[in-house]
């Protein structure tokens, strides 16, 4: 069974400060991509970052960066120098090969107050 | 424009009254599904499909059912709706292949039955 844990539940910040929201997957695929969404106030859904099994690489993007650790099955995601725009809630997911299951963690709530 | 479409965005109705949310994509994917949202439990899969006249029961696929008569649309059924059935509703959207398995979600539909 595939599995995604966020164990912060909620985090609140002073903008600027850097956060880092943990994400822990299970799974039995050696095959498997992993994902960050974020999800503002408004509701929608939006695609951060998509890291296959095999890429162990960690991703910066801007004031995003990801550290991607496949021995401690984690896909951790750092938010450097936070800004209040970065309220959100923020989901990671794990997909199957092929991208036709997503399983989401419960999701951790960010608060940058200014 | 890629995109992925739901309808409506807000809906309050009944306990037991049959509603359909419609759900089209416009990227000619293969892959469609239905995830409801509640708190503290993140996504959780309520059907997928792998084609056309091709699907499948998810995590939570009581109270709910889908049809895939065309590739674009994948609407969700409601025959009676119960009050524990409402929830933020999100249609997605992904393709096969190891190269790209980002799914595109639409706006979600929030849903009060009551």
């Known amino acids: 069974a595939q599995k995604v844990t966020q164990a912060q539940t909620e985090i609140s910040v002073v903008e600027k400060e850097d956060v880092t929201l943990d994400c822990v997957y299970e799974?039995?695929?050696?095959?498997?991509?992993l994902f960050w969404y974020k999800q503002p106030p408004s509701g929608e859904l939006v695609f951060l970052i998509r890291?296959?099994?095999?890429?162990?690489q960690n991703e910066i993007s801007g004031r995003y960066s990801w550290n991607f650790q496949k021995s401690t099955s984690s896909f951790n995601f750092t938010i450097t120098a936070s800004q209040v725009v970065d309220s959100a809630v923020y989901f990671c997911?794990?997909?199957?090969?092929?991208?036709?299951?997503?399983?989401f963690g419960p999701g951790t709530r960010l608060s940058v107050l200014p | 424009e890629a995109q992925v479409t739901q309808n409506p965005r807000y809906l309050i109705t009944v306990t037991g009254k049959k509603l359909t949310v419609t759900c089209s994509q416009n990227?000619?994917?293969?892959?469609m599904s239905w995830y409801r949202q509640d708190p503290g439990l993140g996504l959780r899969q309520i059907y997928y499909?792998?084609?056309?006249?091709?699907?499948d029961k998810g995590d939570v696929p009581e109270g709910y059912k889908v049809s895939r008569k065309e590739k674009r649309n994948f609407p969700l059924i409601l025959e009676s709706p119960s009050p524990n059935q409402t929830s933020l509703y999100f249609c997605?959207?992904?393709?096969?292949?190891?190269?790209?398995?980002?799914?595109?979600f639409g706006q979600g539909t929030r849903l009060t039955v009551v």
């Open positions: 997605a959207s992904s393709s096969p292949g190891l190269g790209n398995t980002e799914a595109f």
């Open positions: 799974t039995r695929d050696t095959t498997y991509y």
């Open positions: 890291r296959n099994s095999f890429d162990e």
């Open positions: 997911a794990l997909s199957h090969p092929y991208g036709q299951n997503f399983v």
């Open positions: 990227m000619n994917h293969e892959y």
């Open positions: 499909s792998m084609n056309v006249e091709v699907t």
